[in-house]
């Protein structure tokens, strides 16, 4: 069975860091390629980026890329997500997803529960 499983969530200040975990199993890891969402209620999902461990993509969509960091520890089946210089407008459910793709695909199969991450003020 396929699981992933966010962690790493909570509130900071703005300003803070977070880095969140993307905690896998059940597929073969270095052949997958792992994403990183967000979404806010009642707003579209929003792509932060991707890491594909086969290629080597490492992709963090523009707008974010100056503050956060996809990274990968084959050894754990992780994929890490490091969030710096947080703001309140970066308040969502942040998402991981997966998919058996040898580069960063534009869907995902298999999608985590999700961890809340507030910014406050």
């Known amino acids: 069975e396929v699981q992933l499983v966010e962690s790493g969530g909570g509130v900071v200040q703005a300003g803070g860091s977070l880095r969140l975990s993307c905690a896998t199993s059940?597929?073969?890891?270095?052949?997958?390629?792992i994403g990183w969402f967000r979404q806010v209620p009642g707003k579209e999902r929003q792509g932060i980026g991707c890491?594909?461990?086969?290629?080597?993509?490492?992709i963090v969509t523009h707008s974010l890329k100056d503050r956060f960091t996809i990274s990968s520890d084959v050894a754990e089946r992780t994929v890490y997500l490091q969030m710096n210089g947080l703001k309140p407008d970066d308040t969502a459910v942040y998402f991981c997803?997966?998919?058996?793709?040898?580069?960063?695909?534009?869907?995902?199969?298999?999608w985590g529960r999700g961890t809340q991450v507030t910014v406050s003020a």
């Open positions: 890491f594909s461990n086969s290629d080597g993509d490492n």
């Open positions: 997803a997966a998919d058996p793709s040898r580069t960063c695909p534009p869907t995902y199969i298999y």
């Open positions: 059940g597929f073969a890891f270095e052949d997958y390629a």
